[in-house]
């Protein structure tokens, strides 16, 4: 049973540290994305990948956030330094755009970030 | 920003009463999809409607598409307990990055047993 999997589940952070999340997608899947999900503006795109490239990361602060794949099997999420306003949760989803016939996008079960 | 936002906010209903939820846009789109998250769960999808579609089933899920109002419904039937969870419609833009979706603010479906 194929899953997008994050690590880690929860994290809870003193304002001023680094933080890095990290998602493994779907074998064989060419797009993964970075959400936030907060109660205040709901469910955000911060980037997203094609074939490792980044396509459009307009959604990210650049000053304090980065995305990266590093290779096929893992995307990083890195927030330096974080601040209590970084508090999320942190959704990785992949997908396998074939035209417009197989655009779903698979979540993970999220990252809980908590920044004090 | 919003694309999509979703209407009721929240929903309360009975075990077999069915529960309909609504989404509008303001974009032309590639289509249009509805996922479901589980409190403390990632999102699932649905079903997907493409933009020359009118009307989609899957099992007891019922999604209609009007274009021209630029408005989507969703509809459970029969609903269930286990039903209970937010609803989130989502839209691929026409014209956009593909693939790139915009997620409304959900509804909040209760289903009471």
């Known amino acids: 049973d194929a899953r997008v999997t994050q690590t880690p589940r929860h994290k809870v952070t003193e304002m001023g540290q680094e933080v890095t999340m990290r998602c493994q997608p779907i074998l064989g899947h060419n797009t993964v994305f970075w959400y936030r999900q907060t109660m205040m503006q709901g469910l955000e795109l911060l980037a997203y990948?094609?074939?490792?490239?980044?396509?459009?990361d307009s959604g990210m602060p650049k000053d304090r956030f980065s995305a990266e794949m590093p290779d096929a099997t893992l995307a990083t999420l890195k927030i330096q330094p974080s601040e209590p306003r970084d508090s999320a949760v942190y959704f990785c989803?992949?997908?396998?755009?074939?035209?417009?016939?197989?655009?779903?996008?698979?979540f993970g079960p999220g990252t809980r970030l908590t920044v004090l | 920003s919003q694309q999509g936002e979703e209407d009721p906010q929240a929903l309360s209903i009975q075990e077999g009463e069915n529960a309909t939820m609504n989404c509008s846009y303001k974009?032309?789109?590639?289509?249009l999809q509805w996922y479901r998250q589980n409190s403390g769960r990632g999102l699932v999808h649905l079903i997907l409607i493409r933009s020359n579609e009118r009307e989609k089933h899957s099992g007891r899920l019922r999604v209609t598409l009007d274009t021209s109002k630029k408005s989507s419904s969703l509809l459970i039937t029969a609903s269930r307990a286990a039903d209970t969870a937010s609803y989130f419609c989502?839209?691929?833009?026409?014209?956009?990055?593909?693939?790139?979706?915009?997620f409304g603010k959900g509804t909040l479906l209760t289903v009471n047993p």
């Open positions: 974009t032309s789109i590639n289509n």
């Open positions: 989803a992949s997908g396998e755009p074939t035209g417009s016939h197989h655009n779903e996008q698979f």
């Open positions: 989502a839209t691929e833009n026409r014209g956009g990055s593909n693939y790139k979706l915009t």
């Open positions: 990948f094609r074939n490792r490239a980044p396509l459009d």
